[in-house]
């Protein structure tokens, strides 16, 4: 039960720094601190490498406590705190209620990052590159452009990039919070 209990600590950890790394990502975004995004994003995955090798010790763990208590190896946090004997099954509870409360934070923090829905500004930026794109070449060849398009056009476009890293860092994480976790918190 030990065990178990220090994979959910370190779980905890690891789910209380990834909402940390969101709430950053989330102010460089919405103050266009774009140079050091990618530096965010980059520690925002590393902790997401980590919480992947954290899960899987945790469903080990839960596996094998599972089997101590006469339960299948997919018992939910829930059904170990039902059966655990004293002080673990008041540990296990206290466990299961943080770590909900982590997902659901990390949840509304990735809803609330662009990209996270469909229709939202990454598409249409992108439909608004294409539309730059489209004028510019039909009013001048690539010669003729001026400084002041070149300037939006790769203001554009960055921000494009910007809006796919986020995108691609919100579809990241909602498959590892969604993966066993959830099952394991129901």
Same mark, same amino acid.
């Given at each position: 039960?030990?065990?178990?209990?220090d994979?959910?600590?370190?779980?905890r950890?690891?789910?209380?720094l990834l909402?940390?790394?969101l709430?950053?990502?989330?102010?460089?975004?919405?103050?266009?601190?774009?140079? #050091? @995004?990618?530096?965010a994003? /980059?520690? &925002?995955?590393?902790? %997401?490498?980590?919480?992947r090798? $954290?899960?899987?010790?945790r469903?080990a763990?839960?596996?094998?406590a599972?089997?101590?208590?006469?339960l299948?190896?997919?018992a939910?946090?829930a059904?170990?705190a039902?059966?655990?004997?004293?002080?673990?099954?008041?540990?296990?509870?206290e466990h299961?209620?943080?770590?909900?409360?982590?997902?659901a934070?990390?949840?509304a923090?990735?809803a609330?990052?662009?990209?996270?829905?469909?229709?939202?500004?990454?598409? #249409? @930026?992108?439909?608004s590159? /294409?539309t &730059?794109?489209d004028? %510019?070449?039909?009013?001048a060849s $690539?010669?003729?452009?001026s400084a002041?398009?070149?300037v939006e056009?790769?203001?554009?476009v960055i921000?494009?990039q910007?809006?796919?890293?986020?995108?691609r860092?919100?579809?990241?994480?909602?498959?590892?919070v969604?993966?066993?976790l959830?099952?394991?918190l129901?």
């Amino acid at each position: 039960m030990r065990a178990l209990s220090d994979a959910l600590w370190h779980e905890r950890d690891l789910l209380g720094l990834l909402v940390h790394r969101l709430e950053v990502e989330r102010a460089l975004l919405e103050t266009g601190r774009a140079k #050091r @995004l990618a530096l965010a994003a /980059r520690e &925002t995955e590393s902790v %997401l490498g980590d919480s992947r090798v $954290a899960d899987l010790g945790r469903a080990a763990e839960a596996a094998g406590a599972a089997r101590v208590l006469g339960l299948p190896a997919d018992a939910s946090l829930a059904d170990l705190a039902r059966l655990a004997p004293a002080p673990w099954d008041e540990i296990f509870r206290e466990h299961r209620t943080e770590l909900r409360t982590l997902v659901a934070e990390i949840a509304a923090l990735t809803a609330s990052l662009p990209g996270s829905e469909a229709g939202e500004p990454s598409e #249409r @930026l992108l439909g608004s590159v /294409r539309t &730059t794109l489209d004028d %510019l070449v039909e009013d001048a060849s $690539a010669e003729e452009r001026s400084a002041e398009d070149d300037v939006e056009l790769t203001e554009a476009v960055i921000e494009l990039q910007l809006q796919e890293i986020s995108r691609r860092a919100v579809e990241a994480r909602e498959h590892i919070v969604q993966r066993g976790l959830e099952h394991f918190l129901r």
